[in-house]
């Protein structure tokens, strides 16, 4: 099979994109529901934190506003696995009922055709908010806005956003092995709600399971201390552009894998 | 005669939970993760307030109050919503309307084998340990008793509005936006993920007015007061019960209206 380009995947993805969204648009009651749900778990977010911290100068040295920019750090890189990966929930389904065979046998990477056939739009809804938080904290600062801290900025989102979509890609792919994994992909869900916490907290073992072991500190805290603390960035955060790619392609292996191995159901 | 239904249906619901040993497991990891988080956050909390006792609850308060908050939390969660919700959508609870047992009824006791599971295997153990590993910081005495009453309604509460939501479905056919609607808004007034106790004047107030509150705030704030006093314990007991009745009287009567309205696509 001739591999193809960028630009033919491009194109493709734009023509199932738009299928998919004209397939919600016929439940429009419901696509109008989950977005206020979105919005609902956003500003609870935001509240919860607003009640923790807000009688606080500081928690373990990070001021309030730190703080905040660590969490909208956090809901921002947390955007593209919402939007572009949604359809890692519906895996084990499709494995279990069989429907799954049917993406085995497109002439196109079966990965991304599987991925490409859901867009979340509610995850915009995150990412407005989450820009908002980081703008405002931002500012509050007092930090400096040049096109290259923003380019630094970009680059470090996508680096978060990155280990988030590899720990949902691998947690979804356990389903090839085991039945009920919605289980394992909750868990490696709920790791988002801790991600916004800076790691110091911790005591030095759950510091280290939390940055080699279960890679949450990347989602937010390595890669934002190059924004929030350019003077004593550790090696850590200037590796995780690194990791992040690194994750991503291990975990694109072991969903491969997975789908490869996957013998469909007879039917 | 009456009650040997209910007990059938309960002894289903035990063996069934006991089918997924595995979420089980995952489920257990996944708590004590998030309880690790929980105790390095408040810790640092604690710490940069500069006094032991903050609103009126020292560190080791809290932190029993969260972790079995998150046993209330396992024991408690029935996903109603959901169950509705899906038999609503594939039609199959056409076939549960026509069952000689009360539909309302129906799901509760076909749930309640695992409230007996679930009581056994997480709340129990998870109970034994904080009270062994805080040395009596648990009083052991009649606020027992009022705790075990206390949990009871609210499991009665809790259902009602689980119930009450789920109905909403027989009008959108939409769950994930209802459902997580409710969780944001039951976990984060409840007092489930922050203890009543911290949140600011207006909105503790506003809190107090509300049912939610009943559902965690009450039971764990009765457990937690080493002096009880007669006319506190009444209070909390008593406005309990009023949301008791006033729930399960407004989820009934909105089924009942609710039902005139179902469509059933096939079944």
């Given at each position: 099979?001739k591999?193809?380009g960028l630009g033919?995947y491009f194109?493709?993805y734009?023509k199932?994109?738009a299928?998919d969204?004209k397939?919600k648009?016929s439940?429009?009651a419901?696509f109008?529901?989950?977005?206020i749900?979105?919005?609902?778990?956003?500003?609870?977010?935001?509240?919860?934190?607003?009640?923790l911290?807000?009688?606080f100068?500081?928690?373990?040295g990070?001021?309030y506003y730190e703080?905040?920019?660590?969490?909208g750090?956090?809901?921002?890189?947390?955007?593209p696995?919402?939007c572009?990966?949604?359809?890692?929930?519906?895996l084990r389904?499709?494995?279990?009922s069989?429907d799954?065979i049917k993406?085995?046998?497109?002439p196109?990477?079966?990965f991304?055709y599987?991925?490409?056939?859901?867009?979340?739009?509610?995850?915009l809804?995150q990412?407005?908010f989450?820009?908002g938080?980081l703008?405002?904290s931002?500012?509050?600062i007092?930090?400096?806005?040049?096109?290259?801290?923003?380019l630094k900025?970009i680059?470090?989102l996508?680096?978060?956003s990155?280990?988030?979509?590899a720990?949902?890609?691998a947690?979804?792919?356990?389903c090839?092995?085991?039945q009920n994994s919605?289980?394992?992909?909750?868990?490696a869900?709920?790791f988002?709600?801790y991600a916004?916490?800076?790691?110091?907290?911790f005591?030095?073992?759950f510091r280290f399971?939390?940055?080699?072991v279960?890679?949450i500190?990347?989602?937010?805290?390595?890669p934002?201390l190059v924004i929030l603390?350019?003077?004593?960035?550790?090696?850590?955060?200037w590796?995780?552009?690194?990791?992040g790619?690194?994750?991503f392609l291990i975990?694109?292996?072991i969903w491969?894998?997975?789908?490869?191995?996957y013998?469909?159901t007879?039917s | 005669?009456?009650?040997?239904k209910?007990?059938?249906?309960?002894?289903?619901?035990?063996?069934?939970?006991l089918q997924?040993r595995l979420?089980?497991?995952?489920?257990?990891i996944?708590?004590?993760?998030?309880?690790?988080?929980?105790?390095f956050?408040w810790k640092?909390?604690?710490?940069?307030?500069?006094?032991?006792?903050v609103?009126?609850m020292?560190f080791?308060?809290?932190?029993?109050?969260?972790?079995?908050a998150t046993?209330?939390?396992?024991?408690m969660?029935?996903y109603t919503?959901?169950e509705?919700?899906?038999?609503?959508?594939?039609?199959?609870?056409?076939?549960?309307?026509?069952?000689?047992?009360?539909?309302?009824?129906?799901?509760?006791?076909?749930?309640?084998g695992s409230f007996i599971?679930?009581?056994?295997f997480t709340?129990?153990?998870?109970?034994?340990?904080?009270?062994?590993?805080t040395h009596?910081?648990?009083?052991?005495?009649?606020n027992?008793?009022?705790f075990?009453?206390?949990?009871v309604?609210?499991?009665?509460?809790n259902?009602s509005?689980?119930?009450?939501?789920?109905?909403?479905c027989?009008?959108?056919?939409?769950i994930w936006?209802?459902?997580?609607?409710k969780?944001?808004?039951v976990?984060l007034?409840?007092?489930?993920?922050i203890p009543?106790?911290?949140?600011p004047e207006?909105l503790?107030t506003?809190v107090?007015?509300l049912?939610?509150?009943?559902?965690?705030?009450?039971?764990?704030?009765?457990?937690?007061?080493?002096t009880?006093?007669p006319q506190t314990v009444?209070?909390t007991?008593?406005?309990?019960?009023?949301?008791?009745?006033?729930?399960m009287?407004?989820?009934r009567l909105?089924?009942k209206?609710?039902?005139?309205?179902i469509t059933?696509?096939?079944?």
């Open positions: 099979m591999r193809k033919f194109r493709i734009c199932i994109l299928q969204l397939s648009m439940y429009r419901d109008i529901i989950s977005t749900g979105m919005i609902f778990t956003n500003i609870s977010g935001f509240i919860s934190f607003w009640i911290f807000r009688s100068p500081s928690i373990n990070w001021s703080m905040l920019f660590l969490y750090f956090s809901l921002v890189s947390l955007t696995v919402q572009f990966f949604d359809n890692n929930w519906s389904q499709y494995v279990y069989g799954f993406y085995c046998f497109r196109i990477n079966l991304f599987y991925q490409s056939e859901v867009f979340d739009i509610k995850g809804g990412l407005a989450g820009i938080t703008a405002y931002w500012a509050k007092g930090l400096a806005f040049t096109p290259l801290m923003l900025m680059v470090f996508i680096t978060a990155l280990i988030m979509i720990l949902q890609n947690a979804a792919a356990t090839f092995w085991i919605f289980y394992v992909l909750d868990l869900f709920r988002k709600d916004k916490y800076p790691i110091t907290i005591s030095p073992v399971i939390f940055t080699f279960m890679p500190a990347f989602i937010a805290y390595y934002s603390r350019p003077d004593e960035v550790p090696l850590l955060s590796l995780s552009p690194v990791f790619v690194v994750f975990s694109y292996r491969m894998y997975g789908a490869t191995k013998s469909g007879g | 005669m009456k009650l040997k209910y007990l059938t249906l309960t002894r289903a619901g035990i063996i069934e939970s997924f979420a089980t497991v995952v489920m257990v996944g708590n004590i993760l998030y309880l690790i988080v929980v105790y956050l640092a909390i604690y710490a940069s307030s500069g006094t032991d006792i609103n009126g020292t080791s308060d809290t932190l029993i109050y969260l972790v079995l046993a209330l939390f396992n024991f969660e029935m919503v959901w509705i919700g899906r038999s609503i959508q594939s039609g199959k609870i056409v076939l549960d309307l026509l069952k000689p047992i009360e539909y309302r009824r129906y799901l509760f006791w076909s749930y309640s599971t679930q009581f056994f709340f129990l153990p998870t109970f034994i340990i904080v009270a062994a590993v009596g910081a648990i009083h052991l005495g009649l027992l008793l009022f075990v009453i206390s949990v309604m609210a499991v009665s509460i259902y509005i689980d119930f009450l939501v789920g109905t909403i027989l009008y959108t056919e939409s936006g209802i459902n997580i609607m969780q944001v808004i976990l007034l409840s007092g489930a993920t009543i106790a911290f949140f207006p503790k506003i107090y007015y049912p939610f509150q009943s559902i965690y705030n009450a039971p764990l704030s009765i457990l937690l007061d080493g009880p006093q009444l209070v007991l008593g406005t309990q019960l009023l949301w008791c009745i006033v729930m009287i407004l989820s909105f089924w209206i609710s039902l005139r309205q059933v696509n096939g079944g």
